[in-house]
């Protein structure tokens, strides 16, 4: 049996907890493989923000693509899969969604992912919001993407920071269906 493909992009915002949690989540997943692909500000703050290497985050995925390598399996519609995950999400990822500007593969598997009309979610991370990432984001939400803002949740009761990541990556994998262990919704207790 074909196993379902997700797309995952990281991008330069703060937030790599949160891409490591994903694809560990993925990976638990039976049926599903996960595509990633790291921009070069993802690679720095992955060195600024974590104790894992890049190499050790792209060990969790099933298959790499270097950003530059625009020619790759993920830039192509003809490329099967379910959608793409961009977590983090930073405001420069983000209008160049918006704006159709593909100057790097994360961009164009985002790009081949809306004309395909699959399924986009964008761990967006900024604070504060100024009006153009606002009309940005808007502008992708009218296109059907999912904007998901790393934001803490306290009714899921968490006790640790690794709590809350594992709760945001739980919150984004359910935008596929994919429910992963021990996402605690709301009054599910």
């Not at 493909?5 to 989540?25: M, T």
């Not at 070069?40 to 985050?57: A, F």
């Not at 269906?177 to 009054?187: D, N, S, T, V």
Request: glycine letters at 8%.
């Amino acid at each position: 049996m074909e196993k379902r493909r997700i797309i995952v992009g990281i991008s330069g915002a703060s937030g790599i907890p949160a891409a490591v949690e994903v694809l560990k989540l993925l990976k638990q997943q039976e049926g599903y493989e996960s595509h990633l692909v790291i921009s070069d500000s993802g690679k720095v703050t992955i060195t600024y923000e974590s104790s894992w290497s890049v190499k050790d985050i792209e060990g969790l995925a099933d298959c790499v693509y270097d950003t530059h390598s625009i020619g790759s399996a993920v830039a192509s519609g003809s490329f099967r899969n379910d959608g793409m995950i961009i977590v983090p999400c930073s405001m420069k990822t983000v209008a160049g969604i918006a704006n159709g500007y593909s100057d790097s593969l994360l961009l164009r598997a985002a790009d081949v992912v809306l004309k395909e009309r699959r399924k986009l979610v964008l761990m967006v991370r900024e604070c504060p919001f100024s009006s153009i990432h606002l009309e940005n984001m808007l502008k992708l939400c009218n296109l059907g993407v999912d904007i998901l803002p790393m934001v803490m949740t306290f009714y899921n009761k968490p006790e640790t920071l690794e709590d809350m990541v594992h709760h945001m990556a739980c919150k984004c994998l359910e935008r596929f269906g994919i429910e992963a262990e021990g996402y605690r919704r709301w009054m599910e207790q």
